[in-house]
């Protein structure tokens, strides 16, 4: 079992002015799919405290996956993505290659989306959408792979049909 941690980014979230959707409907998917989900977190749209939490959580926390929900779209304060790249060592644009991909199957506003994912130290990094409906969508066009690249990220044998996401469910 991987740990994970859930970081939603969102300047009305973190005021309180919105209940935060994206990041339980994000947990109980993580669930689903066997992660152990150890933090889950609302912070604004600042790049610095938007850095701040990822470091953290990957270096003091040590969690695998790191998801974050929100600040992906074309807005000026729409910075995740670019506080993702400062913080990670290694991109991996594969994922969120796949997963606009697949968003793109359900609307063509899903080429909008400026997520990225990337690794630093053992911990990989994915940034989601801000809507719970296509952050779920997101997540679960790449969930059934993430498992076996955190195994090889982890050190472990990486071996295919270990983590090939049988038993990932879809949450409402």
Do not use: W
Not at 5 to 19: K, N, Y
Not at 41 to 63: G, H, I, K
Request: overall charge negative; glycine content about 12%.
């Amino acid at each position: 079992m991987f740990t994970a941690a859930v970081l939603t980014v969102s300047d009305r979230g973190a005021r309180g002015e919105r209940q935060d959707a994206s990041g339980p409907r994000i947990e109980a998917i993580l669930k689903g799919c066997g992660y152990e989900v150890v933090h889950r977190e609302v912070v604004p749209d600042e790049t610095e405290m938007v850095e701040e939490a990822l470091v953290r959580l990957c270096d003091e926390r040590d969690v695998a996956l790191l998801v974050t929900t929100g600040g992906t779209g074309f807005s000026p304060r729409d910075v995740t993505p670019e506080a993702t790249e400062r913080v990670c060592e290694r991109m991996a644009p594969g994922i969120p290659e796949a997963m606009r991909a697949a968003s793109m199957k359900i609307t063509p506003r899903g080429m909008l989306s400026r997520g990225v994912a990337g690794i630093r130290g053992r911990t990989l990094i994915v940034n989601l959408p801000g809507s719970p409906k296509a952050a779920a969508e997101n997540l679960e066009a790449v969930a059934q792979t993430l498992g076996h690249g955190l195994e090889m990220l982890r050190g472990g044998p990486a071996d295919c049909g270990a983590h090939s996401g049988e038993g990932c469910t879809r949450q409402p």
